[in-house]
């Protein structure tokens, strides 16, 4: 399963009707963006990003990310 499909079938789960299975499907919906967006930012670190920068496209400070994210980047 592509991470497209994953996410198709998880906000299907989070919009559904049991809730359950849609508190479930937040919180792997919760881990996924996590991952995502630390991948992306050692991505833009290695392409020579400033965390300024990349904070002002994730909506934070660049001193934010990098508390959050400093460890990720080799």
Not at 4 to 20: F, I, K, M, Q
Request: no cysteine; hydrophobic share 40%.
């Amino acid at each position: 399963m592509t991470e497209e499909d994953e996410v198709r079938t998880l906000v299907g789960a989070a919009t559904g009707d049991d809730p359950s299975a849609a508190l479930r499907a937040v919180a792997a919906l919760r881990r996924l963006t996590e991952r995502l967006e630390r991948d992306l930012v050692v991505r833009a670190r290695v392409g020579g990003w400033s965390w300024r920068e990349i904070g002002a496209a994730l909506g934070v400070s660049g001193q934010a990310v990098h508390k959050k994210h400093r460890r990720d980047v080799p």
